[in-house]
């Protein structure tokens, strides 16, 4: 009864899942406020950088990266985790002018494309942190013709509060009729259920807005029945039901009442109800 309940409230017209991955090498993030600082990351953009070549990480940018960035981590963790970002996460990466791109529109890095190889060959930092990158072409010529270089390291104690750019658990690239989305789903510490954050473009005006979804708080927000359905494949009517206890009662009345009425006339009929 539970299914037939959801499924008449739902009801998708039409969606079609365009790749689905899990990244085993994540990190769980703090708290679900950095999913709603991340929100305003997403760009579309023609601007974005997608080297379908192997990246590559020295070791000069891996010690610009712990003085500059943080937090402070090793070669092959750092390797690993820009990979999975700069291959399925495009959308996170500009390039802000030739040789220069950043992250989350935020860390700027320079780097070189080769035939063979994308090479990250610095980090200067976090714009967030320091301002003077958001004119980085000045600061780089800056740094070129003059004898004196801006210090962009950080102290200890800021490179220790600094968070390592998301990297998301699951995610679900789909599209309805109109709408394509992308859903990033994410481990939280200290939580039993994963939160989401979820990237939306009409496919017509090429509007997007992106939301974030907190399975322990169905109350916060609307949210587009496609990607309602998508949660409940993957696993969550428990949110479903309480969603649309808060949203739309009536709704749920009337589902329930239907799936009374066909489970009354199932018994009656011999027809066993699941």
Not at 81 to 86: C, R
Not at 102 to 113: A, G, H, K, L, P
Not at 159 to 171: A, D, G, H, S, T
Not at 175 to 196: M, W
């Amino acid at each position: 009864m539970r299914s037939y309940i959801i499924n008449r409230l739902l009801k998708p017209k039409y969606i079609k899942i365009i790749k689905a991955e899990g990244y085993p090498f994540t990190i769980k993030i703090k708290n679900i406020n950095i999913l709603y600082e991340q929100m305003n990351n997403y760009k579309d953009t023609k601007n974005i950088l997608c080297p379908s070549k192997p990246i590559l990480i020295d070791n000069h940018a891996l010690k610009r990266w712990n003085e500059r960035v943080g937090p402070i981590i090793c070669l092959d963790s750092l390797q690993k985790s820009l990979e999975i970002i700069f291959r399925n996460c495009s959308y996170r990466i500009d390039q802000l002018a030739h040789g220069i791109g950043s992250i989350d529109n935020d860390i700027v890095f320079t780097y070189e494309n080769t035939e063979k190889l994308f090479r990250i060959t610095t980090f200067y930092g976090r714009k967030n942190l320091h301002p003077s990158l958001n004119q980085v072409q000045n600061l780089r010529r800056y740094n070129l013709y003059s004898n004196e270089y801006v210090n962009l390291a950080l102290t200890t104690e800021e490179i220790c509060r600094q968070y390592f750019p998301l990297i998301p658990k699951e995610m679900i690239h789909f599209q309805g009729r109109i709408t394509s989305y992308i859903l990033e789903k994410y481990l939280i510490s200290n939580r039993k259920l994963p939160c989401f954050l979820c990237y939306s473009k009409d496919n017509k005006s090429n509007d997007y807005y992106s939301f974030v979804i907190d399975l322990e708080n169905p109350e916060e927000m609307m949210i587009p029945n496609n990607v309602l359905y998508l949660l409940n494949k993957l696993g969550y009517s428990d949110f479903i039901l309480k969603y649309f206890s808060y949203h739309n009662p009536e709704k749920l009345d009337r589902a329930r009442s239907k799936a009374l009425d066909y489970y009354m006339t199932s018994m009656h009929n011999g027809i066993f109800f699941h």
